[in-house]
């Protein structure tokens, strides 16, 4: 006769769960620097292991040289993006001398319409606005001056980002095998659709994302240029980066655009700026995101915003970028594997409850 082991009372496992959440984030805090470009590797291996199955298949290619080819039109097509990017940013930069004078102009401008609609004096409001157009036009000179740092910190990420890459599209099989080891015989079944599973989805919103960014950046150029601002391309290509960003990344996009804007002409551009990256944000979330990206996993809107605060309380910009792909890996995990359905429902949320009471239907 076998006799049941105790379930432990549910404060006791709660407890439990909590101190392994706390010292897991301790870890990846402390391991940051190792495990940041790690993950970002692992994302951009899972996108070019089909480029490099192809290579190995089609051209009978070494896995090596396989590994070696997709990294470099990895890095053509990142580059071309920077290059892009750069090459507008470069243009701003030369127009500095000029655009000291525009600030001036416009906080000028903006005290004639505050004394004129407000009845409120440009005297009292002189020394508060000068104070304002001598900090950003000093935060200007001193961007300048730690770029150099910023760029070699940034270019040394992106070589580490790379040989992780290299090496986990090298050793996948070996990567594989061992995963499969671990979880033994009788789980083969399951790890096989978790592993398809992640590199499906991820693969997909990737892919998703990117398209998204084009079309998005594509649209803003058009409509910032349509307005007529000078730097159209740069603002477009800023409002497309920054959108990959869920939540937060339309409010960076739109402080940026409407400051630049508002620093090289009038208010009327800066306010027909803001209400074109709300409008092309409100297309996009409502209709662009859903048919591009897919709606394979379906995220809990508070669990993501919250992973994206978390994020970028541990490890910043690259956490916010990183948070919704961990997620879903998560989630992936916890809907297979009993124990934790119940944390995958959390992350889910009510489309789960939706979709199985649809299914239940059915059968019926």
Known sequence: MTTKKPIAPFYERLSLILIGILALGFLIIQGKKILDPLMFGFLFAILLIPLAGFFERKLKLPRSASSFLSIILLIAFISGILYLVGSQISKLMDDWPMLQKQIGQSVNNVADWIEGTFNYNVSSQTALLKKTEAKIVSSGTEVVGTTFGAVSSLMLFYVFIMIFTFFILFYRKLLFGFVLQAFGKDNEPIVHDIVENIQGILRQYILGLIV?????????????WFIGIKYAVLLGIIVGLFNIIPYLGIFSALALSVLITFATGPISNAIEVGAAVIGIHLVDANVLLPAVVGSKVRLNALITFLGIILGE?????????LSIPVIAIFKIIFDRIESTKAWGYLLGGDYEYKKSAEKKMKTE
């Open 212 to 224: 998204e960014m084009v079309i998005v950046a594509t649209v803003a150029c058009a409509a910032f």
């Open 313 to 321: 309380m541990m490890w910043g910009l690259s956490g916010m970028f």
